[in-house]
């Protein structure tokens, strides 16, 4: 690229810029983004992020160039942004495999709606990237396209199941992503890739067209290099879809004004933030003692800001996550109806998938789903766990209003990135793995990780915090204010510059 343009680290802001300047074309930008992805994800330290290349991505760059030469306008808030999508989400014209060896060449006739919105805000849909076989695990244990490699750490996992999302990003192999989170699928990779990623209140964003794995928490939404991509991307993805129910959630929301207004470096001024400390792992642990040290900065850093610290509690926290632990329940019956709703694709169920063996073996929580019930309510102890989901909300809102706290925050993961040779050798389980982010996906809550530093390894480490249903706005002014405190963020060095990218 010989125009001086640096795609390193580029954000959504200096893009646009180099558009207007004329400095930049979208298509030469998009030839970057394919070179770095050949050099990088396909060649040298094989990543394995990217499933799927958008065959048409340079014709629609050039369009998108015509049109900027034409009108002399950007055609929305993401012209020219090339975005990469996890492939639990169909796009129109581009192979989706959810994961799954099952479904491979299978080409939506359909965007997803939060695609469609992307498209419609003018961006440039560049690839599909890596998630375990129906976003099943923690791990990237897919059965479509195998191991995606940590570009900090390559013996390590990069953690899911957005993985191929947050190694994209944070290898600049694309502008921003579009992932998806039920558990924490969205928060933990951009916690493993020193991201930004935020898991919004259930409904703010569209599910259709994206497979389910619990409809009562999943929840699409940015991964992003910084916050402000993020609200960017929020402003558009956000709204009502008719064909998801769910989406009244916008309407309830009453936004006022856009997203990207919120953002306020001086948001930590007088900010009272509740520090769950029992949401670290102990100190004695050599996993967890490296991810402790790099958090107790990240409160200095905090207090440093502006913000007050009030140590709480949440009790027999362990209990409230069993007790509202729903994808045995739901699995089945939610992604089922997915998958029957497409007669063209070529297995109609999971438990006809689990029967054919066409998925990753060590996939827990999938074997789990298909031996569920075909209804929730028959599952015993259905309405109980319903009901303790809403008990769980209610005690973390009043640890919040009785501290008059505007957030909660504590340590996204317990420890860093695992080792493939740990996954291997069965360390750490599926469903015992020690993520913090249950906690805000069972409670219905937002939640927004953001880079908290590293540890003596060179592992990121990412902070979450968590608020009240709703308040995205206040997630975004507080994760905005520590990013510009701290600037924790950094490219990989597995995936440097090219002489084509800057």
């Given at each position: 690229m010989s125009s001086g343009f640096d795609l390193i680290e580029a954000t959504i802001e200096d893009i646009h810029a180099a558009y207007r300047g004329g400095s930049l074309t979208c298509h030469d930008l998009v030839a970057a983004y394919l070179a770095r992805i050949e050099a990088y994800d396909r060649s040298g330290p094989e990543l394995n992020a990217i499933v799927t290349v958008n065959p048409q991505a340079l014709a629609e760059a050039a369009r998108l160039d015509e049109e900027l030469a034409n009108t002399g306008e950007l055609t929305g808030s993401l012209h020219g942004i090339p975005v990469v999508v996890k492939d639990q989400i169909e796009t129109e014209g581009i192979v989706t495999t959810f994961g799954s060896i099952a479904f491979e060449g299978y080409v939506p006739k359909a965007d997803a709606t939060a695609v469609a919105r992307l498209r419609a805000a003018g961006a440039l849909i560049l690839a599909k990237t890596?998630?375990?076989?129906?976003?099943?695990?923690?791990?990237?244990?897919?059965?479509?396209?195998?191991?995606?490699?940590?570009?900090?750490?390559?013996?390590?996992?990069?953690?899911?199941?957005?993985?191929?999302?947050?190694?994209?990003?944070?290898?600049?192999?694309?502008?921003?992503?579009?992932?998806?989170?039920?558990?924490?699928?969205?928060?933990?990779?951009?916690?493993?890739?020193?991201?930004?990623?935020?898991?919004?209140?259930?409904?703010?964003?569209?599910?259709?067209?994206?497979?389910?794995?619990?409809?009562?928490?999943?929840?699409?939404?940015?991964?992003?290099?910084?916050?402000?991509?993020?609200?960017?991307?929020?402003?558009?993805?956000?709204?009502?879809?008719?064909?998801?129910?769910?989406?009244?959630?916008?309407?309830?929301?009453?936004?006022?004004?856009?997203?990207?207004?919120?953002?306020?470096?001086?948001?930590?001024?007088?900010?009272?933030?509740?520090?769950?400390?029992?949401?670290?792992?102990?100190?004695?642990?050599?996993?967890?003692?490296?991810?402790?040290?790099?958090?107790?900065?990240?409160?200095?850093?905090?207090?440093?800001?502006?913000?007050?610290?009030?140590?709480?509690?949440?009790?027999?926290?362990?209990?409230?996550?069993?007790?509202?632990?729903?994808?045995?329940?739901?699995?089945?019956?939610?992604?089922?109806?997915?998958?029957?709703?497409?007669?063209?694709?070529?297995m109609r169920s999971v438990e006809e998938i689990v029967a054919a063996k066409q998925y990753h073996p060590q996939l827990e929580m999938l074997e789990l789903m298909a031996a569920g019930p075909e209804e929730p309510g028959d599952h015993p102890g259905y309405f109980e766990k319903r009901v303790a989901r809403e008990e769980l909300q209610r005690l973390i809102l009043n640890i919040m209003a009785s501290e008059d706290l505007a957030a909660l925050c504590y340590p996204t993961v317990q420890v860093g990135p695992p080792t493939f040779a740990e996954l291997d050798a069965g360390k750490w389980p599926e469903l015992a793995f020690p993520t913090n982010t249950l906690i805000a996906a069972h409670a219905g809550i937002p939640a927004i990780t953001v880079p908290a530093g590293f540890t003596t390894e060179g592992l990121p480490v990412g902070l979450e915090v968590v608020g009240m249903p709703y308040d995205e706005p206040t997630l975004l002014k507080l994760g905005y204010a520590f990013e510009q405190a701290t600037r924790h963020r950094r490219p990989p060095a597995s995936a440097p510059d090219l002489a084509t990218g800057g």
């Open positions: 890596t998630l375990p076989d129906f976003a099943t695990s923690w791990f990237t244990l897919s059965s479509m396209s195998g191991p995606t490699k940590n570009p900090y750490a390559l013996d390590r996992d990069p953690g899911a199941s957005s993985a191929g999302n947050g190694v994209a990003v944070a290898a600049n192999l694309a502008a921003v992503g579009l992932g998806e989170d039920t558990g924490g699928s969205i928060r933990l990779p951009s916690s493993f890739n020193n991201l930004v990623g935020l898991k919004v209140t259930p409904g703010l964003i569209s599910r259709t067209g994206s497979s389910p794995i619990v409809i009562l928490q999943d929840a699409p939404g940015p991964m992003a290099r910084t916050v402000a991509d993020c609200a960017i991307m929020m402003d558009v993805l956000a709204g009502y879809d008719p064909a998801d129910p769910y989406t009244t959630t916008h309407r309830v929301a009453r936004l006022a004004g856009r997203y990207v207004d919120h953002l306020d470096a001086q948001g930590l001024q007088g900010a009272r933030l509740g520090f769950v400390r029992h949401l670290l792992g102990a100190d004695d642990d050599p996993d967890a003692a490296p991810v402790n040290r790099v958090v107790e900065q990240a409160l200095d850093a905090l207090r440093d800001a502006g913000a007050t610290l009030v140590e709480v509690t949440i009790p027999d926290l362990d209990e409230w996550i069993m007790s509202t632990l729903l994808i045995g329940a739901h699995g089945r019956h939610d992604l089922n109806a997915f998958l029957a709703a497409r007669p063209e694709l070529p």
